[in-house]
């Protein structure tokens, strides 16, 4: 069964940096399509970067660009989430998903959590 452990988070102030890790097993890590959504309370499920594992090409929420950077280590099936500049506006619960070539993009067309697997999360949050 697929399984996702994500860590890393914790409480840091404005400015500051965390990185996240999100470590998985029982699937081919390099088949999958992965990714790290968040959630705060009150607010809907935002997509927050994206990983295609077949060519490297990575994507990022506007309120994240030039701040977050994803990346991918294969030998050790762990996807990080490297964040920087952190605003009281990141504060949210990170989850990573991981899914199939085919499902991922109805996953983020229709930002549905039914077209992925997900870790349980780690709290991020960022005080002013």
């Known amino acids: 069964a697929v399984q996702l452990v994500e860590s890393g988070g914790g409480s840091v102030q404005a400015g500051g940096s965390l990185r996240l890790s999100c470590t998985a097993s029982?699937?081919?890590?390099?088949?999958?399509?992965m990714g790290w959504y968040r959630q705060a309370p009150g607010n809907e499920f935002e997509l927050v970067s994206t990983?295609?594992?077949?060519?490297?090409?990575?994507y990022y929420a506007d309120s994240v660009k030039g701040r977050f950077t994803i990346s991918k280590d294969n030998a050790k099936n762990t996807l990080y989430l490297q964040m920087n500049s952190l605003k009281p506006e990141d504060t949210a619960m990170y989850y990573c998903?991981?899914?199939?070539?085919?499902?991922?993009?109805?996953?983020?067309?229709?930002?549905?959590?039914?077209?992925?697997?997900w870790g349980q999360g780690t709290q991020v949050t960022v005080s002013s």
């Open positions: 998903a991981a899914t199939s070539p085919a499902l991922f993009c109805t996953l983020v067309l229709s930002n549905s959590p039914s077209f992925a697997s």
């Open positions: 029982g699937f081919t890590f390099d088949d999958f399509e």
């Open positions: 990983f295609i594992s077949s060519d490297g090409t990575t």
